[in-house]
């Protein structure tokens, strides 16, 4: 399990409590920051399931690879947010090339 996992947890029961004391207390503000808190710890969970998967994938990689696939994999838990970022701007750049004809 990795780091990321285990923040996204702490980070959803945050979230699921501050929503409560929001409802509990009718602060909507609170209720609010709450849910927001939640979401961003489900994020960081997925992510987190995400490394766990390409762990796997490095240990069956053949040998010659498996080098540069574990640096790529620790920075990505390293920087997460620009990691995200760099594939989503491929994800936009690789589906407007797919349109052009």
Known sequence: MTDQRIEGAAEQAVGKTRSALGRLTGDRKQQLEGHLTEYKGKARDAY?????????LVARAPADYQ???RKGLDFARRK???TTGVI???AVVLGALGRRR
Do not use: E, F, K, W
């Open 48 to 56: 987190g399931r995400v490394i766990d998967g390409l762990d796997g």
């Open 80 to 82: 997460p947010l620009l």
């Open 67 to 69: 080098d540069s696939a």
């Open 88 to 90: 989503a701007g491929l």
